[in-house]
């Protein structure tokens, strides 16, 4: 198994120059989250509640333009093989549309009925008031939000992902000051609380906007630039691509987005269990720990899609393409145990005996984080980053985008979130159970996968010689 990660020096060199920076991404943006949740938990235990469950129904619209970009990415991943710049083109004039277009929609919902949209969230009034009252304010940040990220993966599947930490590292610095400013009242202003972080993550989102349209309109023209982009195509991309576009981008959206609901609907059965106030907060403390920790596994995930995408649109044969996803196995499997055990080791030298008391949670807070986060170290060790690279990384970047929808949507829907619900909401059994019943499909998932993989029917060439 290990004789697969034998490959030459200029393998690694490109893989370490497109992930490395896409880890220091996921960092940065994971440490700002833990930033936002230390500021707003400061004000309270409702507060930190109230906010993860703000999140919850913008982590669902979020997923639409991540499922846009990622499937937008098969397609330019592959088109980068053939160096097709204008094909590419037309794919970023197409994810730009579609995700700013319905990322307003679901802004503009929000910010006239936000406690009826954050009312589906729980039925707790002191962390609805929360909710609608953080919601309103940012709600028009993710339209500037899908803007900027569906840009930087388009450079990313042109394995260019340097503006991508530049813009995350300016995000998260004025996120940080403004947040500051405006929850305790600085520089002369009242103190905001919940809509001081509100604002000062919209503010941020102006900062990363004006960064990336800056940056396109200087280097527009320059002999370096990677990805020029052509406005005549991005604005006419043709119905050839479009069609193709809507192929291969809507099974990663509805995967994406069923992912993502159900994934919201693990934090509505929290929020109507009978401990609500505790195990909302220990999900969102834990949530922000686990996503710090295992940046790596993100990582490997997207850089795979990309290198295995630029390899099947280049030509390579089967062989070397199988070859190539078995060496992205291998490392899933490595970075997973490494990251999962972390998590593990950073629950009892830094959560507990730091974290738990910053964020003043009460015992059942306590328990509750200590049992999610254990659980998360565990199954991250053995299931959830080979599951994330297959799906992500190797079946996207083949083409595969169907057995995608399938293995990962599946195993969600017909097993862990059935479970969860029962023995959350029915049963009323304790959070160890209910959280044991969340992370089942991943075994699942792993089985599938492998099977999968070992087929080689993932490995699918999606380009055409020439697009019209």
């Known amino acids: 198994m290990f004789k697969s990660l034998r490959r030459p020096k200029e393998f690694y060199r490109s893989f370490f120059a497109l992930a490395l920076p896409i880890m220091l991404q ?43 970009q990622s499937g937008g990415a098969v397609l330019m ?28 929609v679901f802004a503009t919902a929000v910010f006239l009925f936000p406690r009826a949209i954050m009312g589906l969230t729980t039925n707790n009034p002191a962390l609805l008031d929360v909710a609608a009252r953080y919601g309103k304010v940012v709600a028009y940040s993710y339209v ?12 990313r599947s042109c394995e ?15 996120n940080v000051i403004f947040n500051y400013i405006f929850i305790f009242g600085k520089l002369g202003l009242p103190a905001m609380g919940v809509e001081g972080a509100a604002l000062g993550t919209l503010a941020a989102r102006i900062v990363e906007t004006v960064t990336v349209l800056g940056y396109i309109i200087v280097t527009q023209h320059s002999p370096k630039q990677v990805l020029k982009l052509m406005p005549s195509k991005m604005i006419r991309p043709g119905m050839t691509i479009l069609k193709d576009f809507l192929r291969y981008s809507s099974p990663v959206m509805l995967n994406e987005t069923l992912w993502g609901l159900g994934t919201s609907l693990y934090a509505v059965i929290y929020g109507h269990m009978a401990a609500s106030s505790d ?20 990582a490997v995930s997207n850089a795979t899609a990309v290198l295995v995408g630029k390899s099947v649109g280049a030509g390579d044969s089967k062989e070397e393409v199988q070859s190539l996803g078995m060496t992205f196995t291998v490392m899933s499997f490595i970075v997973g145990f490494v990251s999962g055990l972390l998590i593990i080791v950073a629950l009892f030298t830094v959560v507990r005996p730091f974290l738990f008391p910053a964020f003043k949670l009460e015992p059942g807070a306590m ?48 097993i862990s979130l059935p479970l969860a619900a029962i023995g959350g909401l029915v049963l009323h ?40």
């Open 26 to 68: 996921n960092l940065i943006s994971s440490s700002l989250g833990l930033v936002d949740t230390f500021m707003v938990g400061t004000l309270g235990q409702n507060e930190l509640g109230g906010l993860s469950l703000a999140n919850t129904p913008f982590f669902v619209a979020m997923l639409f333009v991540f499922g846009l």
């Open 160 to 174: 260019s992902p340097k503006l991508g930490t530049v813009v995350v590292m300016l995000g998260m610095g004025s």
């Open 429 to 468: 059994l304790d959070i160890l159970w209910v959280y044991l019943f969340v992370l089942s499909e991943e075994p699942v998932k792993t089985v599938l996968g492998l099977w999968r993989f070992k087929s080689r029917k993932w490995i699918r060439n999606v380009t055409r010689e020439s697009v019209a």
């Open 144 to 155: 500037l939000n899908a803007f900027t990220s569906l840009y930087i993966g388009a450079r």
């Open 367 to 414: 328990r509750a984080a200590t049992i999610m986060l254990l659980c998360q170290g565990f199954a991250t060790m053995f299931f959830r980053s080979f599951n994330s690279t297959l799906v992500v990384g190797i079946l996207r970047g083949g083409g595969d985008v169907s057995f995608g929808l399938l293995v990962d949507v599946g195993a969600m829907w017909l």
């Open 279 to 298: 195990i909302t907060a220990a999900y969102s403390l834990s949530r922000n720990v686990e996503q710090i920790v295992t940046i790596a596994v993100f």
């Open 77 to 104: 991943s592959q088109y980068w093989g053939k160096r097709d710049i204008a094909t590419i083109n037309r794919v970023i004039g197409l994810s730009i549309m579609f995700a700013v277009g319905l990322s307003f």
